[in-house]
């Protein structure tokens, strides 16, 4: 299963795509969770200790990587470089194991004036193309909105793009501008997960999914935002939101076993 998980800041996107990587590590696959979000939080969702996260480098940032497998200077606009450069080692000897879940973390490419800083953006486009189309273990890919390191034949990977959002008028924005563009690169299911609600919201829930594809609204726990603080992971931490989340790995396996 490779996915993609969305959504604007602050709506718990990364909360979400680090107790699916764990749940699927309990359930005995191999999992690579990968920090696509310029945020980068993903690490202390999963559970990777504060030190061992902070020692973490974003692929983008390792210029001797960057020079030796593009052929160009990193931060260069450089007329020649590799546009397929080698990346199939990367996931095995670059990234950060914590309870069964392997992390890289891609980091944000730094546009120049012309806007093209073309030997990062070249590997991380082919790292993530050789994650979604080659890796044989489970992909979790923790996305900023926009999604920028996925192009259309890379999207072909995914299996599903989940669009998490906070109960509310103005989350729907940001989730049709992330449906859109998953349209249009081609990624086949876009869904959406509701995150943080309470007993008053129960109406909202259901109104959208009378309009959406809704796997599942998860509760509000205190539990999350206390493990948020101390650096824990919610799957440790607050059980019943990773219950929660549990059940909407549940109905979206069913959903892709099902064809």
Do not use: W
């Not at 546009?111 to 070249?122: D, M, N, R, T, Y």
């Not at 876009?190 to 919201?201: F, G």
């Not at 219950?243 to 076993?257: F, M, P, Q, W, Y």
């Amino acid at each position: 299963m490779k996915l993609a998980i969305s959504g604007k800041g602050g709506v718990g996107k990364t909360t979400v795509a680090g107790t699916l990587a764990r749940i699927l590590a309990a359930r005995g696959m191999r999992v690579l969770a990968v920090d696509a979000d310029p945020d980068a939080n993903l690490a202390s969702a999963v559970g990777v200790p504060p030190q061992a996260a902070e020692s973490i480098v974003p692929i983008a940032e390792m210029s001797g990587l960057v020079r030796e497998r593009t052929g160009a200077e990193p931060g260069a606009m450089a007329p020649v470089y590799k546009m397929n450069p080698r990346v199939d080692d990367i996931p095995e000897s670059m990234a950060v194991e914590a309870h069964g879940v392997r992390l890289l973390r891609l980091g944000t490419v730094k546009k120049g004036g012309a806007g093209c800083i073309c030997p990062e953006s070249a590997l991380l486009r082919a790292l993530i193309s050789h994650l979604l189309l080659a890796e044989k273990d489970v992909v979790i890919l923790d996305m900023e909105a926009g999604l920028e390191h996925l192009g259309r034949g890379t999207a072909r990977g995914v299996d599903a793009m989940l669009v998490v959002v906070e109960p509310g008028r103005r989350s729907l924005q940001t989730a049709d501008a992330a449906g859109r563009l998953a349209a249009e690169i081609g990624i086949p299911r876009v869904a959406m997960v509701v995150n943080k609600v309470t007993a008053a919201d129960a109406g909202f829930c259901n109104d959208l999914a009378q309009q959406y594809d809704v796997l599942g609204c998860l509760p509000f726990d205190e539990k999350v935002r206390l493990a948020d603080l101390k650096e824990q992971a919610p799957f440790d931490a607050a059980p019943a939101y990773a219950a929660a989340v549990a059940g909407i790995l549940d109905k979206l396996e069913a959903a892709t076993a099902g064809g």
